[in-house]
């Protein structure tokens, strides 16, 4: 697979995952993209789903939360023209081919597959067949269904790029696993980025500090936005804090220089060839 020709331009991709911590409100959805694009997201990814088609009734309290939180197909118009209003990048993890094709049919630039689909290869050939980048998580997967899913983007030449990820509600530091990204980077020819689930911007940042140059994290309005999500989501102001600190690892790595660097010219005089 060649470099992602989407992915490969990104610098530093903070995406702000409101997913559904709108809470099945058009109007919190549009507050959320407010903050995000307040506070430096370079996007906004939302879930788009079919309640019925995304999970059996039987498991009622699960069915009953996201039955709450769905969103009409309409709604997510509204969305998608707020964010072409606010010039913040919209898109959306969808869980049916109904809500593939809206989300195509409104133009998204992209789409998301979550850990939970990585094996469900009707949801993903239906997403391949816009053609359009897509960002897939690795939570909980395998290394042979990586394997796969990659191999199948790279016979289809559609850009792809990889999210390390552990699907743990909230996760801890030392459960993270980061030497995951490098692993990845060096066995996978695509873009590798983090899906945070830990309550803090500590984790990404370092994840970023080893080559994830995408990095998606849930986004709540406040602390006392009570929204499904709250415990694996940051405000606008860790939000904030998060891209400050992205920009200033890459001034800090800088790029490799020897010899006498600008800011030691000052002590040139002290450099010795011989005993005196």
Known sequence: MVKNNFFKKLNNFIIAEAGIN????????????????KNGASAI?????????????????????LKKCELKFEEFKIISDYCKHKKI??????????????????NVKLFKIASFDIGN?????????????????????SLKEIDKVYKIYKKNKVDLALLHCVS????????????????????????????????????????????ANIIE?????????????????????????????????????NVASFGTRKVEKGSRIFKRNKIL
């Open 22 to 37: 709108h809470n099945g409100k058009i109007k919190t959805a549009l507050r959320l993209i407010d903050v995000a694009k």
């Open 45 to 65: 990814k939302f879930q788009t789903y079919i309640t019925e088609k995304r999970i059996k009734k039987k498991y009622r309290k699960i069915f009953d939360i």
């Open 89 to 106: 990048n919209f898109f959306s993890t969808p869980f049916d081919r109904e809500s593939v094709n809206f989300l195509d049919s409104i």
């Open 121 to 141: 290869y009707e949801l993903i050939n239906e997403v391949l067949k816009t053609k359009k980048p897509t960002i897939i998580s690795t939570g909980m997967a």
């Open 168 to 211: 743990s509600y909230p996760n801890t530091d030392s459960s993270s696993y980061l030497s995951n990204i490098n692993f990845l980077k060096n066995r996978f020819d695509c873009e590798i980025g983090i899906s945070d689930h830990t309550n803090d911007i500590k984790i990404p940042i370092y994840g970023n500090l080893i080559g």
């Open 217 to 253: 994290k849930h986004l709540k309005i406040s602390e006392n936005h009570k929204c499904v999500d709250a415990p694996v989501s940051i405000t606008g102001k860790q939000l904030y804090a998060l891209k400050l600190e992205t920009e200033n690892i890459k001034k800090i790595l």
